[in-house]
């Protein structure tokens, strides 16, 4: 996975509370996204990083806040979760000749 | 009109097939091409990726690029049933930063042994 990791792995919550999901590199790069997969939507962006501090909403951000104190983290927070934002959450980062995309292994939200 | 349609199959093949998927997509500005694929519970793993048109190989993947119909086709010769997963197109106007890839919503593979 590219030295990507993504914690927790799984997680079970309740509406209403808040939840912050960790996306952890050791590559180095500048650039780091948050995307949620949904059956029927596919891969839609939610929020991006080209730099520490420096963040971009996507398509989805509605409900989502994110923070990039540290090149190698970029967390994800949902401040007040609801069942909508039950999904699979993944982590990426930008690097190589192109700056192509790499993956994390996810995290799965589930919001009752 | 959706920017980029894929066709979520299922396709079912027999091992040793040659597998065509395909996406094709409405914006011009589209540059860069990417395919994903996505075993079941893993996140999405680079596979092939090609800058405007042409085409490009890696072993038994082929991705083709035809900007002109904006059509773009992954193919997979002697298919293995190592290959049965979700494939994704993906696409981006943009250079260097490539922060904007816009996904079909994949197509479910299955390899038959």
């Known amino acids: 996975d590219a030295g990507i990791t993504q914690s927790p792995r799984h997680k079970v919550t309740e509406t209403g509370t808040p939840v912050t999901l960790r996306c952890h590199q050791t590559?180095?790069?500048?650039?780091m996204y948050w995307y949620r997969q949904d059956p029927g939507h596919g891969l839609r962006l939610i929020h991006y990083s080209y730099g520490v501090k420096d963040t971009d909403k996507g398509e989805v951000s509605d409900g989502y806040s994110v923070s990039r104190s540290k090149t190698e983290d970029f967390l994800l927070t949902l401040e007040s979760a609801t069942s909508s934002q039950t999904s699979v959450y993944f982590c990426?980062?930008?690097?190589?000749?192109?700056?192509?995309?790499?993956f994390g292994p996810g995290t799965r939200l589930t919001v009752l | 009109q959706k920017e980029v349609e894929q066709d979520p199959g299922p396709l079912s093949v027999p091992e040793g097939a040659i597998v065509s998927l395909n996406c094709t997509y409405s914006?011009?500005?589209?540059?860069?091409f990417m395919w994903y694929r996505q075993y079941s519970r893993k996140g999405p793993e680079l596979l092939m990726y090609t800058y405007s048109s042409g085409n490009k190989e890696d072993g038994r993947f082929t991705a083709q690029v035809d900007k002109s119909s904006k059509y773009i086709s992954l193919f997979i010769r002697d298919s293995q049933p190592s290959d049965s997963a979700t494939y994704l197109c993906?696409?981006?106007?943009?250079?260097?930063?490539?922060?904007?890839?816009?996904f079909g919503k994949g197509t479910l593979l299955t390899v038959n042994p």
């Open positions: 990426a980062i930008a690097g190589g000749k192109y700056n192509e995309q790499f």
């Open positions: 590559e180095n790069h500048r650039y």
């Open positions: 993906a696409m981006s106007a943009s250079g260097g930063s490539n922060y904007k890839l816009t």
């Open positions: 914006n011009s500005a589209f540059q860069y």
